[in-house]
């Protein structure tokens, strides 16, 4: 039976056939058991009629509107003809339904107009003028009577039309937002890789530049003061660590599926950190007037992350670019609605080139990703020489209220 029943929803068209073809061998019978009744040409007349509609309901699937075409002109000829009804007639019911399920809208309409003036026409025609003449009640509940299955069959069908125009309509609209979510997924994944981008610049470029200064001190001063170079080699060791730690915890984003070890990431760092980073750098040899304007308090997370990497960025290529006896200046600057952030050097002003350019890596990746760490928050960025001399960068962070 479950082979069967799977078949029959395989295989539509082939179910209708079966029935079509019991339908035709009916009538066949009972046209057979009429034929001493009947005469001869309305007895061939209702098996071309019984043949037609079994054809509509073989053919009903693969071709609706073919079918109901074929349907309303065997109702015609019966009308016509003044045919009688026999049980092929149910195939108007099953081409109406059909029809109206369907999508071409003009098969549809037709069906209706049909279903309402077929059985009207038919009881009209079939009426027997010997007998007394009906009261209008009478002959309106006959014909609504017979127009009732046809019109429930067209609204069953229509019904079913409209469901499946809605279930279509879910499809699609789960189909759209299912490639939406996948388009915002790929755009938050990029947004995701440039930050991180970003980061391991800055924590590469900040600490390597630190490492390769204090490794050149070291080998200056290594036979002349053997505890400085000892001092110089610690240095390196530390920012080693320290530049090891930030990038575990950037590339541990990458890793899908691993759950940090305790201890092995540390936070995103922000204003607070900076009195070490200056530490740091002052430790590589760069002297850096570090003052604070303003009443401090807490900060927005991302204002503060971006205050840290435009300092920490500024200062590498400072010691980088800035040339001998260079000297830098970092103020921090507390307003009602912003954070002011001014890192100066009076080094060679060379920085504006590699800024520019080149940049401070090569790549021309450092005073762009202080401007789209700047414009992530809603701030404004300024930078290029200084008049006397030197690179000033300058740059106004907002502070969004209720952060």
């Not at 440039?194 to 630190?210: G, K, Q, T, Y």
């Amino acid at each position: 039976m479950q082979r069967l029943y799977d078949f029959f929803r395989r295989h539509p068209t082939g179910v209708d056939t079966f029935w079509a073809v019991l339908l035709f061998g009916f009538n066949c019978l009972m046209l057979v058991a009429s034929a001493d009744a009947q005469s001869e040409r309305r007895t061939v007349a209702e098996a071309l009629a019984v043949g037609a509609l079994c054809l509509v309901v073989a053919l009903r699937r693969k071709a609706p509107a073919k079918m109901m075409l074929l349907a309303l002109a065997v109702g015609i000829c019966q009308i016509a003809f003044k045919v009688q009804p026999t049980m092929a007639d149910f195939a108007m019911l099953a081409i109406i339904y059909t029809v109206a399920s369907g999508t071409k809208r003009w098969a549809s309409r037709t069906a209706l107009i049909g279903a309402l003036t077929g059985p009207t026409l038919y009881a009209v025609r079939s009426g027997n003028g010997d007998a007394p003449p009906r009261s209008l009640w009478e002959g309106v509940f006959i014909v609504g009577l017979l127009t009732m299955p046809f019109v429930l069959a067209w609204v069953l069908g229509d019904s079913v039309r409209t469901r499946r125009a809605y279930w279509a309509q879910l499809e699609e609209k789960a189909a759209r937002l299912e490639k939406e979510r996948e388009t915002q997924s790929r755009i938050a994944v990029a947004a995701e890789r440039a930050r991180i981008a970003r980061e391991l610049h800055d924590v590469v470029a900040h600490n390597v530049s630190v490492m390769v200064v204090q490794a050149d001190g070291a080998a200056y001063v290594l036979d002349a003061a053997p505890e400085q170079a000892k001092q110089a080699l610690e240095t390196i060791s530390g920012t080693g660590r320290q530049a090891l730690a930030e990038m575990r915890r950037l590339l541990g984003v990458l890793r899908t599926g691993e759950q940090p070890e305790s201890g092995e990431y540390v936070p995103q760092p922000g204003v607070e950190q900076l009195a070490d980073l200056i530490d740091q750098v002052r430790g590589a040899g760069l002297p850096v007037d570090f003052q604070v304007a303003g009443e401090p308090r807490p900060l927005p997370s991302s204002v503060e992350l971006t205050a840290y990497r435009i300092v920490q960025e500024a200062l590498t290529n400072t010691r980088k670019h800035g040339g001998p006896d260079v000297g830098a200046t970092v103020r921090l600057s507390y307003r009602d609605g912003e954070l002011d952030l001014l890192v100066e050097d009076d080094g060679r002003g060379a920085q504006h080139e590699l800024y520019s350019g080149g940049g401070a890596d090569g790549l021309g990746h450092g005073l762009i990703g202080m401007r789209e760490r700047v414009g992530m928050v809603g701030g404004s960025l300024d930078a290029g020489p200084r008049p006397g001399g030197g690179f000033r960068i300058s740059a106004v962070l907002p502070l969004k209220s209720g952060q």
